[in-house]
């Protein structure tokens, strides 16, 4: 296990890896123990002999035994024995994510491969504004010299320098940033309207000049980004010096294999560190390395995941294997999927397919038949199976009179009615009944989710919202602030409004203006709290105002619909983020500038820390982002917002060729002026985006699609025609012929 390296998406990705294999080792070593073996039993015709030995499927366990035996391996005193070593070394295995990955490698060959020494991890936020600030200290006056103070202003104002020197820093360092990246002034429908000279040159100067002093400013500070450890990595192993030469001999001795998982969500720098880690190891060209990635689910292009190095990759690798075999989904669920996929490829063969890109073709796969369906209880106390794909729809009436705001209202009751039903006790999955748990609702964003998850509380339904949002940009981490604020600075007299503003205190905006005995008590309240603060922390101090002023109580009897139990999670969870800050910060300012910027501890696991947790443990229907389901799964799956489509995003950065040559790698297109993405582009990551949500399910998924009818009969552009789900069951990017898909469909 030691000698085989992995390296997945995130840390959660890691935990489950390891969970798994865990749980696999010792099954197996169970079985081996119990099992006695015999030598005839692994003759062709005594196969099921073997199979009754272990318990276990003659297509899956029996058939690993087999082949270890055909090998010629001793099953108790080699195979069990390698496993039960296995077994006890899982949590020294090493699976990785990317960052860490590099990170381990960097640092435990920082002399041999004559690597930085003793470097932090940080954002370089300050880096970042201190090279900016010096780029246009120094180069906007001779500027002003060639351009008129207006346009200058314009430019100052307009231009996205933090993203422009982001983006920058995550390009190889092999080649020069004149090779890499090209400025426009904006992009439109037709044609990229190019900068004028002078706004050329000097947003060239910054090209060549902003980036490099970001990286010494890094360098003086003994600060990595996370950035940085994928450039200084990928530097280090494609570089020509001996020393690079060292580093990646000593690196590859490490691993006598290597998978990397989640790789369409790769990008070139990624790649470009394992092609030369592995694939070009020509000393040792038969170690197995294992590329596993599902183009259909490539859905983060906003993380610079590009789908054109996943294809480069797959190209490149001569053995190519595809999973044939859908283990998640019921059968019912697993048909309809091929049937939805394949509807546009069908009555449109000129079609690029579903996917709206050739290099990326649908093929149906098959299921296992061992996911049961929900089963529902009759009255006499027998079980029928429930449909496992429902789609509900309106189009097939034809009728244009709904409106949007109609079609919102039918969904959110069409919904709720119906997990009313599904928690009624007499659903059942799996030999159990249904909980709320067993059920998601997928969503695109927090918007979408807002209908629902009122309308299930009103029914008397718990529901939890997880959507990534951080919990530093919460109002509860505004109100936390101020009461710290108000511990610094108690006399300060709007400080003190705001404080008693807040639902903590909760005083009303009449007590405010004119109660002035309550300002006196909340201002000895943030002086007493002071005090306990140098005496026994942050979170003693914070704890001792939400007493006095019985702010858990006077929440808790808060309305349903304003999220009592959110508001009180978000508290407690800053609590423990300032507790575990404060460890290192020591002045009530010092917190105030870590809730500003809280990323000044940024660690591997950073993001993840701050997200909103559940509001509660408990038994509740989860409402979740299609981002984040990414990799889950649930019995039951609703996706009320089938439709969605484009949204108004804009970008000022673009992955293009922008080289002449046509085998260039793509390279980083930077607009001053914020733009719609590539159409084309948008809408196939929105279809794969609709792939991922679709296939979260294992018991039953219901997709409603309700759309407003135009009066020639087609899809309403607002209400459905632009619809991602439009574009792959017809298999082109304006959904033409859709009603007849969604006919077909049904």
Known sequence: VSSILVVTFTKAAIFELKSRLRETLTTMTEKLSQANFDADHFKKNELPAVASAVKEDPDSFCQLVQKWHQSGLDLHECVYRRLSTALTSIDDAPIYTIHSFCRKMLGDYVF????????????????KTEAIEMFLRTHIPPLLLSLDKAEVLGLLKNTDWNTFIEKMSLLTHSLPLRDQVKFIQRRTEKADVELEDDVRDFMALFRDTAPQWFREYKRQNRIHTFNDLLTEMEERVTLSTEASKNFVKEVRSLFQAALIDEFQDTDPLQYSIFEALFIKDKENPNRPVIFVGDPKQSIYSFRNADLDTYVKARTAVSNTQELKTNFRSTPGIVIALNELFQIGARTSPKSPGAFLDKTIQFSG????????????????????????????????????????????????????QDIKEMLSGDVYYKGKPLRPSDICILVRNRTHADNYISALKAAGIKVSLSDGSSVMGSEECAEIRSLILGMSNPAERKVLNTVRATRIVGDSLNAILSDTQGAIEIKLLLEQAAEVYERSG?????????????????????PIEDDPERILTNYQHLFELLHEASKQIHTLQGLIRWMDEPNLDVDEDSESKFNQRKETDSDVVRVVTIHSSKG??????????????????????????????????????????????????????????????????????????????TKSGG??????GKAYLGAALTGNEKGAGAIKAIDDLR
């Open 112 to 127: 041999s491969s004559h690597g930085s020494y003793d470097f932090g991890l940080g954002d370089g936020q300050t880096q």
């Open 365 to 416: 796969v098959d299921s296992s038949y061992k996911n049961p369906p929900l089963m529902r209880k009759n009255e006499d106390g027998s079980f029928v199976p429930l449909s496992s794909f429902d789609f509900w729809s309106n189009v097939e009436s034809g009728k244009n009179e709904i409106s949007a705001d109609e079609i919102r209202e039918i969904k959110k009751s069409l919904l709720t």
């Open 538 to 558: 942050i979170t003693a101090a914070l704890s001792l105002i939400f007493e006095r002023c019985r702010t858990e109580d006077r929440i808790l009897n808060y």
């Open 632 to 709: 889950l799964q649930y019995p039951v799956v609703y996706l009320p917002e089938s439709q969605f489509g484009p949204g108004s995003q804009k970008s000022v950065a673009f992955r293009e060729n922008i080289s002449n040559n046509p085998n260039a790698d793509k390279g980083l297109l930077l607009s001053l002026e914020e733009a719609s993405p590539n159409p084309l582009g948008d809408k196939q990551e929105g279809v794969r985006l609709v792939y991922v949500a679709l296939t979260r399910a294992a018991a039953r998924l219901v997709v409603p699609f309700f759309s407003r009818m």
């Open 715 to 720: 899809l309403h552009g607002s209400s459905g």
